[in-house]
């Protein structure tokens, strides 16, 4: 069973490394939406089994007190998160907060249900290591999402990515994000506001501080009014100018605001060959997310957290798609970082995978540490003291 749910996370990965059977040449060809709502529901089936999520920890998950991190005030079992995105209806939490993922965000939610766009709108761009994505924020709504979360068990950290209703006309996109806001409010962890661009999906992109500032004070005046805190994060583009930039990262400095997660999507064609370009344009519209993104995501959680000062908590997401992504994620200022295409192409085992190498990485660090200690201390009693050389 489970190695069929990674058949189905995987294909693209499993299509390169070995000859396929019958079946996989079958599977290989199931659309990616299907192929990854498949995926999802056999995480689940695995979950309502006895010891099933049990299974996936044994299986998956890297546990060790080295890989926590203390954020927004809260405990992360460690920094390696699901972005919004693959679990939009928060169905599978539990499931992949087992198989060892530190957080989840689910969403976008919008406060109705939406179909998103037309079919097919997600196309696999595996030479690339991405995803073409004009999905459109395709959401069971809030209603639904509130009866998944409701009983959901405490001690896994849930951040809701929020979004307004496509139809939802732009000047009032504030009534959108504040139904969804006050209804998730007592359920989940953390907020992050999904104004990321993503053409035909229509999300609501305010391009200043004050723009940013109109749409966000009502939740800002909901929360005063509450006796527990929860972390409100702006999710940007890849695609803002600097200067759009820097009004962001002044919302984030002079609003209350907890957070940036960046970034989402990109509508650029950079980074692709010529051929993939012509794959992609072929598709039409839409974001590319996965490797692509890599460079363009660290660079831009660099810029946020230099010109912060350092002082808030960014979560980098974009082309986490390998240790070593997530190593230079972190080391360019990201306090927790987030993976959706990553776990397309590699499964749910990629954040165990990074985890590992974190936890290796730090034990390597701490006796380098201690060597240096112990040759410094051994150097010094080497020297004469000052005894001695009296
Ligand atoms: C199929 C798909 C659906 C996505 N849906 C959402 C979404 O509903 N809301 C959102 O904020 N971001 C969404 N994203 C963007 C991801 O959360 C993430 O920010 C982006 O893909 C970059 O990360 P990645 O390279 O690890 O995929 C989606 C991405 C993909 C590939």
Not at 214 to 242: H, M, V
Not at 283 to 292: N, R, T
């Amino acid at each position: 069973m489970l190695f069929s749910l990674d058949l189905f996370v995987s294909l693209p990965e499993i299509n390169r490394q070995m000859k396929l059977s019958p079946i996989r040449k079958i599977l290989s060809v199931v659309n990616p939406e299907t192929a990854h709502n498949i995926a999802l529901r056999r995480l689940r089936a695995i979950g309502a089994v006895p010891a099933g999520k049990w299974f996936l920890g044994k299986r998956y998950a890297e546990r060790s007190p080295m890989l926590e991190r203390e954020v927004f005030g809260m405990k992360f079992p460690n920094p390696v998160g699901v972005a919004a995105g693959y679990d939009c209806n928060g169905e599978a939490i539990e499931e992949l907060a087992a198989a060892g993922f530190g957080f989840v965000e689910i969403g976008t939610v919008t406060p109705r249900p939406q179909a998103g766009n037309p079919r097919p709108r997600l196309f696999r761009m595996p030479s690339a290591g991405a995803m073409l994505d004009r999905t459109g924020y395709p959401s069971k709504g809030l209603e639904y999402v509130m009866g998944r979360v409701r009983n959901r068990r405490r001690g896994i950290i849930v951040g809701c990515n929020i979004g307004k209703n496509t139809i939802t006309p732009d000047h009032a996109a504030t009534g959108d994000y504040l139904k969804v806001f006050r209804n998730m409010y007592q359920y989940v962890d953390y907020f992050s506001i999904n104004v990321c661009c993503n053409t035909s999906s229509k999300v609501y992109v305010p391009t200043s501080k004050d723009a940013i500032s109109e749409l966000l004070a009502p939740l800002f005046e909901f929360r005063r009014g509450q006796s527990d805190y929860r972390p409100i994060l702006i999710k940007i583009s890849p695609d803002l100018s600097t200067e759009q930039l820097d009004q962001v990262v002044d919302a984030l400095v002079e609003l209350p605001l907890d957070g940036i997660v960046a970034v989402a999507g990109t509508l650029s064609r950079d980074g692709l060959t010529s051929a993939e370009r012509a794959y992609a344009d072929s598709k039409g519209a839409g974001a590319i997310s996965g490797a692509p993104l890599t460079r363009r995501a660290i660079e831009t959680v660099a810029y946020i957290h230099r010109r912060s000062g350092g002082f808030y908590p960014i979560i980098g997401s974009g082309g986490m798609m390998s240790p070593e992504d997530v190593r230079d994620m972190l080391a360019a200022g990201a306090s927790l970082v987030q993976l959706n295409t990553g776990i397309i192409y590699h499964g749910i085992g990629l954040a165990g995978k990074i985890c590992r190498w974190l936890t290796a990485a730090a034990k390597a660090e701490q006796s380098a540490a201690a060597g240096n200690k112990a040759s410094g201390t051994a150097a010094e009693s080497e020297q004469p003291s000052q005894k001695e050389r009296s």
